[in-house]
């Protein structure tokens, strides 16, 4: 394989990772949980200094103009630092992937063949405006036996800056390879490029955020992609739907937190839906502030409502704006996802099984949900601790992304002596 054109700078960083990434993977699971105990008390021991440096890059954002979405997923909080705390320590509770069978077999000649669960080596992540994604990402990563390669984003470099160092310093005290955990945020641009093309060094890379991050990454990277994507996410309410259901689905799906991939983005009404119901649902939104945006036939039914955009339909608006419209049948609905879907987490609310189970079956998405909140689809609430992000390609990994995504496998074959006829 042709040696990737690297900066010396990012080549050395990358070369530790690599190496460290041996050294991970060589500790015992129990050696590897201890070492995220050390980073959840890190992370308990210093929350004024993440605080303060997090006050930092939400000040910037706010005079740069960032909307309230990414001002919101940039903030730490003193409860959301506890609550990664508490994920790491989720995570180092986790069964230890490495190692794992996943199929097995003995030949007539008693050769003995397993295909067993290997880490990547390094995971290179792109990311923006998340400083959570740090910790989570690491802590996944460590878990499962992998260094990582973090670029973070201009957003939340003082937040990043100063995650990074408590987590390398915890590694440390724990007796692990601080190399483990490398960021090259501090070459800004230029080191998401040259992970994009670190090919040998980096096994694999993940982008996380705007539908734009994404596709350059896709298509601009010579290190393999698992590709996560942005949340068009869909609600289809079904003539048969249960009005207080429906309503308490919608706006939680919504306005829980509206600024994340799996919030509600727009909801389809069956035409037969009581005009009732309609004007509920709207009317419960627009008491929690969201911009309602329908087609004529929503706004005939609910005052309020503003026109739907022509583009409302294709656009991911992780704010509290929602679009709406009528739809003649449950073929309307599963051709309209289809078309505008990003293929991430779409739901129907539905007492008619039979078309529960059509909405199932049709919809190609990699979380498909019947009377649910789409706020669900979750690594942490699916019990993964936390995620990696969200994959809405069909190779490797689909969905939230936990640690045995972050492996790939090996096979081990055991023999005495056995040749081939």
């Not at 260094?147 to 990074?164: C, D, K, M, Q, Y």
């Amino acid at each position: 394989m042709t040696e990737p054109s690297l900066s010396t700078p990012i080549r050395t960083r990358l070369e530790a990772a690599q190496a460290a990434s041996r050294e991970i993977a060589r500790l015992t699971g129990r050696q590897r949980a201890d070492a995220l105990e050390s980073v959840a008390q890190a992370l308990e021991e210093n929350v004024d200094a993440i605080l303060a440096a997090n006050a930092k890059d939400r000040e910037a954002g706010e005079q740069n103009g960032l909307s309230g979405g990414l001002i919101d997923r940039l903030a730490l909080t003193e409860e959301r630092i506890s609550s990664l705390a508490a994920s790491v320590r989720h995570i180092a509770a986790l069964t230890d992937p490495l190692g794992q069978v996943i199929r097995g077999s003995t030949l007539e000649n008693g050769v003995k063949i397993e295909q067993v669960r290997v880490p990547f080596g390094v995971v290179g992540v792109i990311y923006e405006a998340r400083p959570n994604v740090t910790v989570d990402i690491a802590a996944l990563a460590l878990r499962s036996g992998n260094a990582v390669a973090l670029r973070g984003g201009s957003a939340a470099l003082h937040s990043n800056e100063e995650l990074i160092s408590i987590l390398r310093r915890a590694l440390e005290r724990a007796g692990v390879t601080a190399d483990a955990i490398q960021a090259v945020d501090d070459f800004g641009r230029d080191g998401a490029a040259e992970l994009m093309k670190a090919r040998g060094l980096v096994d694999v890379l993940i982008p996380r955020g705007s539908a734009a991050l994404i596709d350059r990454v896709v298509s601009e990277s010579t290190v393999p992609v698992i590709e996560t994507g942005a949340g068009i996410v869909h609600i289809y309410i079904d003539s048969s739907a249960d009005a207080e259901t429906a309503v308490e689905i919608i706006d939680n799906a919504k306005t829980q937190r509206p600024s994340v991939c799996n919030a509600v983005e727009t909801v389809l009404v069956h035409r037969d839906v009581s005009p009732n119901l309609v004007s509920k649902i709207v009317e419960r939104l627009l008491g929690h502030g969201v911009d309602v945006r329908a087609d004529e036939k929503i706004r005939d039914f609910a005052t309020g409502a503003s026109p739907a955009a022509p583009d409302e339909w294709a656009t991911e608006h992780l704010e509290l704006r929602l679009g709406m419209r009528v739809v003649d049948s449950l073929e309307e609905a599963i051709e309209h996802i289809r078309q505008f879907s990003t293929k991430h987490t779409d739901a129907i609310v539905t007492n008619d099984m039979r078309n529960a189970e059509r909405f199932l079956t049709d919809v190609d998405s990699a979380v498909v949900m019947v009377n649910a909140s789409t706020r669900f689809t979750d690594g942490g609430v699916f019990g993964f601790g936390a995620e990696v992000g969200i994959s809405t390609q069909k190779l490797h990994a689909r969905g939230p992304m936990g640690l045995s995504e972050l492996t790939s496998s090996k096979w081990v074959v055991r023999g005495d002596g056995q040749v081939r006829a």
